[in-house]
């Protein structure tokens, strides 16, 4: 089992900066992908993007690529979503998710277990 708690969120105007951890129980972290789903008001949960269990693969939707960098640091248990460049359709609940597979899931519903979720929230 792998316990999850997300944190970093915030307000931010519009270009901003945001770093969001997700620190993970558990002795088998590094035996997880771990992935990013966010959910804005009225709309279904978005899948942002992933990462491998060692870190070397990563995957993002278009609309985040190149402005969102997942990382991970396995010794700590936590992984990161560095949110540069932020847009007000970026403003959603974000919440990390694990997944215990040696590839890149890259499907939400393919997560096993996920965390309660953080408000980011981008002004224009």
């Known amino acids: 089992q792998v316990q999850l708690v997300e944190s970093g969120g915030g307000l931010v105007q519009a270009g901003g900066s945001l770093r969001l951890p997700c620190a993970a129980s558990?002795?088998?972290?590094?035996?997880?992908?771990m992935g990013w789903v966010r959910q804005a008001p009225g709309k279904e949960g978005e899948f942002v993007g992933a990462?491998?269990?060692?870190?070397?693969?990563?995957y993002y939707i278009g609309s985040v690529k190149g402005r969102f960098t997942i990382s991970r640091d396995n010794a700590k248990n936590t992984v990161y979503l560095q949110m540069n460049s932020l847009e007000p359709e970026d403003t959603a609940v974000y919440s990390c998710?694990?997944?215990?597979?040696?590839?890149?899931?890259?499907?939400?519903?393919?997560?096993?277990?996920w965390g309660q979720g953080t408000q980011v929230t981008v002004s224009s």
């Open positions: 558990g002795r088998t972290f590094n035996r997880y992908a």
């Open positions: 998710a694990a997944a215990r597979s040696l590839l890149l899931p890259k499907n939400k519903v393919e997560y096993e277990y």
């Open positions: 990462i491998s269990w060692s870190g070397t693969s990563t």
